[in-house]
């Protein structure tokens, strides 16, 4: 729990970091700067603590799928406001296992239909627009 909320809080800090430099830099040599960067960073990690990772992930269409969704968040990102951004964003592990369950037969367990009522309501919680309530005179 502690590690998911740190990566979460990561993932905020992305968020917020891309949405100011994307207003001075260009989308896709952001997103290039930011890949080189995980590069490094997590290939240093993989090599010191768990080995060096294979080269078999490394095919054209991965690599192509990997650089169209990325450009295309550092897109939508950049010319968003953040939270427009980060809720649009949100809704990745939405769209996940909605194509796992048709795409490639995943089961639905009663923990993810759960994970996907909780996100999906907490999306829609922050855009709905409630009526103010009145004051009690």
Request: aromatic share 10%; proline share 3%; hydrophobic share 60%.
């Amino acid at each position: 729990d502690v590690l998911t909320i740190i990566g979460a809080l990561f993932y905020a800090i992305n968020l917020v970091v891309v949405g100011m430099m994307g207003k001075k830099f260009d989308a896709v040599a952001l997103m290039l700067a930011e890949f080189a960067w995980c590069a490094v960073f997590f290939g240093v990690g993989a090599a010191l603590f768990d080995g060096l990772p294979s080269a078999s992930w490394l095919r054209l269409d991965v690599v192509l799928c990997l650089a169209y969704l990325v450009i295309g968040s550092t897109i939508a990102v950049q010319n968003l406001p953040a939270t427009e951004g980060s809720v649009i964003l949100s809704t990745e592990c939405i769209f996940a296992m909605v194509v796992a369950v048709i795409f490639t037969g995943e089961r639905l367990t009663v923990p993810s239909v759960c994970g996907f009522a909780v996100i999906f309501g907490a999306i829609l919680l922050s855009e709905v627009q409630f009526p103010a309530r009145r004051k009690a005179k």
